[in-house]
């Protein structure tokens, strides 16, 4: 048996028909610039995210970007972020003039450690940029905390965790801005690249909304210097389609990811995903610890079991980063985590002879 880390092909099989109408309705309107249901989205996901505005981007990447420079951060900034993600979690505040800090992560959440944040804050820091790594939420009451006894902005990077809560109130609503991805493999993906800002606050929205389009609110008489950076009516009219699905494909993760707890459960040498009580945890991820993670991994390969490390290099292990960030204290949690992660297949279509394989091969070795 093959047992692919993502099956991206059957999730569109299943939905075909549905996805192929709302493509050809933007082809027969050819209104393929911020048309209607680039506006429909926006409104749908404000709701879904509980968030009073969104405003669609070109990528994850460009929605960081964005709402950064519409919060106001740039040169002689810092942005304190974890160095255990993505890298445009970090490029991004890079690319707005400002000095990331990098603070270590919580090794049962591999999130940033709320504590070391604010040990980090300086007179300089104008935000801070949690990750809810793998679909899991940061603790942002104590983000929240922090960023109003010092007065920050927060700008959640929600690209792994939509859907996802945090004491019941949906990510990405509880900073400043979140920002969300459609990249094809998050948990809602569209055909290409594709992002999101969504804020309750008026002035960032508004801001955000001219720096999508070179900065102006009239095309023609521009204010600010901005960027070309539109969410595609293509896109869009998938992602409505897909977001009709995602609570379903959200609980089919929960639901593998309480299997793979149960079958791992007391196994020696794997420590299963740790989940904050307060957190509605999503599963972009479903990423065990183990120290022969390599060789796991190799065995896993050979069996036909398809799993990923996300991340091998830390952040401020990367040259990128060498002159340009700043580092408080030690980060050797995030350093270890790159040593000893591996996520398995937590397709929410996979099915359960797939799942039990998976689970067959993980405990043979
Ligand atoms: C995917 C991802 C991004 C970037 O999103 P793109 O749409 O690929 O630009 C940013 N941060 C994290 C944590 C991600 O996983």
Known sequence: ????????????????????????????????ILGAQVKELETDIAKYTGAKYAIGVGSGTDALLLAMKAAGIGPGDEVITTPFTFVATADTILLTGATP???????????????????????????????????????MDEIMNIARENNLAVIEDVAQAIGGKW?????GSIGTAGCLSFFPSKNLGCFGDGGMIVTNDDKLAEVAGMLRKHGGKDKYNVDILGHNSRLDTLQAAVLIVKLKYLDE???????LARAYNDAFDGVEGITTPIKDGRAEHIYHQYTIRTTKRDELQAHLKAEGVGSMVYYPVALHK??????TARI?????????????VLSLPIDPLQSEDETAYVIEKVKGF
């Open 1 to 32: 048996m093959n047992v692919p880390i993502l099956n991206l092909k059957r999730q569109y099989e299943s939905i075909k028909d549905e996805l192929t109408e709302a493509m050809n309705s933007v082809l027969e309107a050819q209104n393929f």
């Open 101 to 139: 800090v990098f603070v270590d992560v919580d090794p049962k959440t591999f999130n940033m450690d709320a504590r070391l944040v604010r040990e980090a804050v300086t007179e300089k820091t104008r935000a801070i940029v949690p990750v809810h790594l793998y679909g899991q939420s940061v603790d």
């Open 167 to 171: 004491n019941g109130q949906g990510l």
């Open 249 to 255: 494909w959200n609980r089919g993760r929960q639901q």
């Open 318 to 323: 990367q040259k990128l980063f060498n002159d």
């Open 328 to 340: 408080h204290g030690n980060l050797t949690e995030a350093e270890r985590a790159t040593e000893e």
